[in-house]
């Protein structure tokens, strides 16, 4: 059973490019969310889709924009790039299950803009 | 709005010393969740334990163990026996809104063992 898998593992962009960053979920998780990490800090939350809809947003601009297919798997989408937006980028799938939430992590992908 | 602090920024032991990690947390949610997560150079989060606000007993699984303690509002981590495997970067991180919400996390601590 695969588990949240990222790609690419890595990107370098320019000011200004857009990027987007994919995420296949976990076998049967339904639920998506997407993190930033800077060098050094914890994850901060960008947002969670559910059934194919932004459910939940953290405090990020809206360059930050995201999808949901089907199939459950997901897209972050990132315009006009700043340099500040270099960070690793982490998916993380989960399932509640009788009252019990089963959260899993993918490796991430790590932007760098230049 | 939900706060989660590492104090440790770094933590340095020898190989089998036991070592504590701190956490303490804020929110104003009386139903919340809490976890900590290992994250190795890989750049994976290796999820360790989820704890809900109402169960404040303390846990432990093989040489890992969890205080809980809500008087305090700290989730402590310790590792007994530390092991060089053992070394990465160690979250708390806190869930509200009764599951609801995006996980904050705090800063980490880096927790290096040598052997």
């Known amino acids: 059973d695969a588990g949240v898998t990222q790609s690419p593992t890595h990107l370098i962009k320019t000011r200004g490019q857009q990027v987007t960053l994919r995420c296949s979920p976990k076998?049967?998780?339904?639920?998506v969310s997407w993190y930033q990490q800077a060098l050094g800090q914890g994850p901060q939350f960008i947002f969670q889709?559910?059934?194919?809809?932004?459910?939940q947003r953290g405090n990020f601009p809206d360059r930050f924009s995201g999808h949901q297919f089907p199939n459950y798997s997901s897209e972050l989408n990132v315009n006009a790039l700043l340099l500040g937006d270099s960070a690793l980028y982490l998916c993380a799938s989960s399932l509640w299950d009788r009252g019990n939430e089963k959260l899993f992590f993918g490796s991430g992908t790590q932007l760098s803009v230049l | 709005a939900q706060k989660v602090t590492q104090a440790q920024t770094e933590i340095s032991v020898v190989e089998k010393e036991d070592v504590t990690l701190d956490c303490v947390y804020e929110t104003r949610d009386t139903t919340y969740y809490l976890f900590w997560y290992k994250q190795p150079p890989s750049g994976e989060l290796v999820f360790l334990i989820r704890r809900n606000s109402f169960d404040e007993q303390n846990e432990i699984s093989g040489r890992y163990s969890w205080n809980f303690q809500k008087s305090t509002s700290s989730f402590n981590f310790t590792i007994t026996a530390s092991q060089v495997v053992d070394s990465a970067v160690y979250f708390c991180?806190?869930?509200?809104?009764?599951?609801?919400?995006?996980?904050?996390f705090g800063k980490g601590t880096h927790l290096i063992i040598q052997p």
């Open positions: 889709y559910y059934e194919e809809e932004e459910r």
């Open positions: 991180a806190l869930r509200g809104r009764g599951g609801a919400d995006g996980l904050t």
């Open positions: 076998s049967g998780h339904d639920t």
